[in-house]
Nanobody, 131 residues
Framework: QGQLVESGGGLVQAGGSLRLSCAAS????????MGWFRQAPGKEREFVAA????????????YYRDSVKGRFTIFGDIAKSTVYLKMNSLRPEDTAVYYC????????????????????WGQGTQVTVSS
């Protein structure tokens, strides 16, 4: 089973942008669901965004938590088994360790997903937004 390797975290001022990447090394997908979660100190891990797509369609089904809608964009390159999270207009409350994860293909996403839906996890990347 391959690994999920995240990158792109860092320190940014409020209002700034970051792009996180998650590469699933050692595996290829014809269709899959991948997601991003985050965990702030003293808080539970929470769903951020997810995408389901397959090689036969140029578009993926996405879903976002309310607090990031309009600011974050999840997209992927299935040929590279890589998912990205573009984060704009960052806020101090976005500060957390961000984790990517893969799940068996779910299809059309109609709501937030649980961490229990995902079977493989990356090691996490720290995002810190200063005020």
């Amino acid at each position: 089973q391959g690994q999920l390797v995240e990158s792109g975290g860092g320190l940014v001022q409020a209002g700034g942008s970051l792009r996180l990447s998650c590469a699933a090394s050692g595996r290829t997908f014809s269709r899959t669901t991948m997601g991003w979660f985050r965990q702030a100190p003293g808080k539970e891990r929470e769903f951020v965004a997810a995408i389901s797509w397959d090689a036969g369609s140029p578009y993926g089904s996405t879903y976002y938590r309310d607090s990031v809608k309009g600011r974050f964009t999840i997209f992927g390159d299935i040929a590279k088994s890589t998912v990205y999270l573009k984060m704009n207009s960052l806020r101090p409350e976005d500060t957390a360790v961000y984790y990517c994860a893969t799940a068996p293909f779910i299809g059309v996403l109609r709501g937030a997903l649980s961490s229990n839906d995902f079977t493989s996890w990356g090691q996490g990347t720290q995002v810190t937004v200063s005020s």
